[in-house]
């Protein structure tokens, strides 16, 4: 039996994953320690200022970061968060994160994420730290 691919165990889990479907995410890139996703941020998602509400994008970024770190076959959770919300998001805007590895232990994973819109303005930065744990998300294929 060999290990399940990357793209294989993305797929499981986003399958399960009703939240980041209810975003409306689209995988665009997938590689070890790497994703780019996008998504188009809708009127419902807007605060009382008619600007995206910090938790939009803040849950965008998170999970940039549960498939960028979840491809290994290592159920892997978020250990600490910290974002910046660099400029503000409207409705119709089309966001993309790129999520980058930094660092990859047996147990811990940090890795960086980085939020634009259509005009590739950045909207956000994000960092985020993963437990990996024992647990796999797919059985040996």
């Not at 399958?15 to 320690?33: C, H, M, P, Y």
């Not at 600007?51 to 892997?76: E, M, P, R, V």
């Not at 005009?119 to 994000?126: A, D, E, K, N, P």
């Amino acid at each position: 039996m060999s290990e399940p691919s990357y793209q294989a165990v993305i797929e499981h889990m986003l399958k399960n994953d009703r939240f980041s479907a209810w975003l409306g995410i689209e995988v665009l890139e997938l590689q070890a320690g790497f994703c780019k996703i996008t998504m188009v941020v809708r009127e419902e998602m807007m605060n009382g200022f008619n600007i995206a509400h910090g938790g939009i994008t803040f849950s965008f970024a998170d999970s940039a970061l549960a498939i960028a770190s979840n491809g290994y076959n290592k159920l892997s959770v978020a250990l600490e968060t910290a974002m910046s919300f660099t400029a503000p998001v409207k409705s119709g805007d089309q966001l993309t994160a790129m999520a980058t590895e930094i660092s990859k232990t047996n147990k811990i994973g940090v890795y960086n994420i980085e939020i634009t819109n259509q005009q590739q303005l950045t909207v956000g930065l994000f960092k985020g730290t993963v437990y990996r744990t024992s647990k796999t998300l797919l059985d040996d294929e």
